[in-house]
């Protein structure tokens, strides 16, 4: 993808890929169906990766940055311009990278190594290139061990998968995280991130933080001149529910405690059915499996069960994860991938997508989606159940780590390479609500049988569990997770195929059935109307962060507009912003009229507003 950011013009034209004269539909359809015959070979087969490039990148030594996600790309497509970037290797240096900055009211962010958040949480406030990043790269160590209590404290920069090992190794098992493990200890906190279950606390991994340590600022010098001060948060202490989920507000989280327990076994069987009536299902499914999750894939019409449940860790089974979809992807392959549903777009095919998805979903599904039994045999995954060490199966990531070839292969999503460019919308919808937003897609799916194969393409929609939290920016209800990607255009100007029915599906989550967005993913349009969402414990969570940085020196006009403060507001209001969801369209020129797509109501849900083909 040449991708378009907004302070920088195009180095192609933006419509190149409407340019590109196109095969006729059958060859077209037999060339994509091998090409995706060899990417999901390859996908099975790679073994080598190029690990992420950085996400700060500097002119002069540490000073005059730009910084960005993982993605390479906001979801406003700006770009983040600091003065600086800090890499503090000690709680002293990160004191002294705080007060250093709040003695100048210079505003920071804390950068993590991979920044795998989508919306511009990383970007500091104040004048445009005049903040600081403060990195947690180097802020990745164990610093604690207590065996009796099964707790760990550990530095925030500690990435998913070095904690994972590092509790393993003292027989210890942090029992539920996200699937992707390059991400850090700090980063998922901040944005609540989960895995799936509703049993005892769920799981939101911050409901098993005891203790926290935090660097925030001052306004005035300490007697030793710093102004900065060390705040520690234990058990029971109120603000420690404003700091476990804080979306970087408070201060640099710099150590975290967190309760774990001895580790286990899981036993995981994945099985396929038919959707019919599945939406009544999930609350006894969630009460019967621990880790289970339900993959949806609504244009193949089916679900996947994952029934996941605890084992005694004598139980034999040396199984593993490495989730196809994490792992080093081919290139070349990937840009075969982005080709594909670039032409299946450009010629309006539906069902080619369908058609796609069908060999891609099914070619996932025979080889176990990444699941490795590991007894020995040559293919990896030989059947289900596969049963291993919870620490072998809770999140995975080869592509981050596997060795460097010179981006022969990378992450699917890297954007040095012209492989997957997607958005995401996450929403966690209420259990009493999921039947009936279930229902409302189907019915939606009814209307255009086709429109929804692109969900299915990146995976499905994922369903997953989690618990009511008492944290002030956790969940407010025990709720299902839904996750959706798909394709996003190079050109934010080019509408996107079928995008009236994904924008119905998610102002269905999000506004219909009031679900509450994951904050580390979303579109624009996924933060609106958060706070009342919220009610008082955002008031809650805004006087903490008064407490803890009065002068909102770790605030950004990103965060200030989500939580509705300082007069900053979501609101946009220009031509095709909903074309990528800054807005929900009110106005034709919302969408692209003069490529044929208006705004109008909802074909389910009629109070939805979406950019809609004339003639759909
Ligand atoms: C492939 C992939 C799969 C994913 N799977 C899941 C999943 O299964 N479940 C799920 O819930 N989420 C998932 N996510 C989302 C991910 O967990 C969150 O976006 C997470 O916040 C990313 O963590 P990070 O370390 O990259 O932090 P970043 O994205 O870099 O940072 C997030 C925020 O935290 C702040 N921050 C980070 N560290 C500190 C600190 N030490 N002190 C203060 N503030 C800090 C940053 O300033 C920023 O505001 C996935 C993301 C990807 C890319």
New binding site residues.
Partial sequence: CTLIISSSPPRHPPNKTRDTPLPALPSMAAALLSLLLLTSLALILCVHGSPPEPVVKCKSGNADCIVT??YGTFPDRSICQVAGVAYPMTEDEVLAAVSDAARKKQHM??????????PK??CPGGPDGAGLVIS?QK?NRVVAVDRKANRMTFE??IGLRPLIDAAAAEGLALPYT???E???L???L??????SSLFGKGSAVHEYVVGMR?VVPTSAPDAGGRYARMVELAEGDADLLAAKV???LL????QVTLQLQPMFKRSITQREVEDAGFESTLESFASATEFGDVTWYVGRRSVVYRDDARLPITTPGNGKNDFSG?RPQLSILLAGLRTSEELLEATDSSEGKCVLAKVQVTTLLATGSGFQNNEGHLPEFTGYPVIGNHSDLQASGSCLTSEEDGLLTACG?DPRVDGLFYHQTAASISLPNIAAFIADVKKLRDFRPYSLCGIDLYSGLLM?FVRASTAYLGKTFDSVDIDMTYFRSCDPMDPRLDEDVLEEVEQMALFKHGGLP????NRHVGFLGVREKYGTRIEQFVAAMKKYDPEGLFSSPWTDAVLELREKSLAVDRKGCALEGMCICSRDVHCAPEKGYVCRPGLVYKEARVCRKVGE
């Fill in positions: 996600n993982g962010k804390v950068v993590t190594t991979y920044a795998h958040s989508i949480l990383s947690t802020l925030s920069g996200p699937y992707w390059g991400i850090t700090g980063g998922l901040a944005t609540g991130s989960h895995g935090l804080s979306l970087g201060g640099v989280v710099s994490f999503w997953r994951h904050w580390g993913k």
